[in-house]
């Protein structure tokens, strides 16, 4: 393969995002909102790519080619805290093959440090799997992002807040104001467990 210029491999590490998190890839319009440009600009570097050998198109879809691909399955994104908020990696750690029981868009998964949300059968070590959305209804269970970082918890609306609650009595729960910058990243549906032994 030839060597890519710095906006080629910013196209082709959003193509391969859009990719792993949706299924499919992007459109041209939606590659150029998130590079800054033009539906053109996209569109050239995209057939650069082609001509690169990294991606192909056809019926007017790109479609990746070869190594470019990401793996199937679900992303495992990294660590989320059952407990006070951690990093959660961007990056997928791994990708989890669940044989097609889950063909809705936009999920992932996030590997569970901490005891906080046991009393809702979230341990330590659990996968949860998450749908990306920005708000939850009240009482649900989300991933919420505070800053960097990222914690399971269920989500109490207040009349100016945000209340996050564990489902152990031995932590406390997390308020903030809007401008605090906790934000949902997205709705919890299921916890999994591997059993060893």
Do not use: W
Request: hydrophobic residues 40%.
């Amino acid at each position: 393969m030839q060597k890519l210029t710095d906006l080629q491999a910013r196209v082709l590490a959003f193509i391969q995002t859009h990719v792993r998190q949706s299924g499919r890839a992007p459109s041209y319009r939606k590659t150029a909102a998130h590079l800054g440009v033009d539906v053109r600009s996209a569109y050239q570097h995209i057939v650069a790519l082609e001509r690169k050998g990294v991606l192909g198109r056809a019926a007017g879809k790109i479609e990746l080619h070869g190594g470019h691909r990401p793996p199937p399955g679900i992303p495992v994104l990294g660590r989320v805290a059952a407990g006070a908020p951690i990093l959660a990696l961007q990056n997928a750690e791994e990708h989890l093959d669940l044989a097609g029981q889950f063909k809705e868009e936009g999920l992932f998964l996030l590997r569970v440090k901490g005891d906080s949300m046991t009393g809702a059968g979230i341990h330590d070590g659990d996968l949860v799997l998450a749908r990306r959305q920005e708000s939850v209804e009240d009482g649900e269970i989300a991933v919420v992002v505070v800053g960097e970082e990222a914690t399971v918890k269920r989500v109490r609306r207040l009349k100016d807040r945000i209340r996050l609650e564990p489902a152990n009595p031995s932590h406390e729960p997390m308020t903030f104001k809007p401008n605090d910058g906790a934000r949902v990243a997205g709705k919890v549906l299921m916890a999994l467990r591997r059993i060893q032994g």
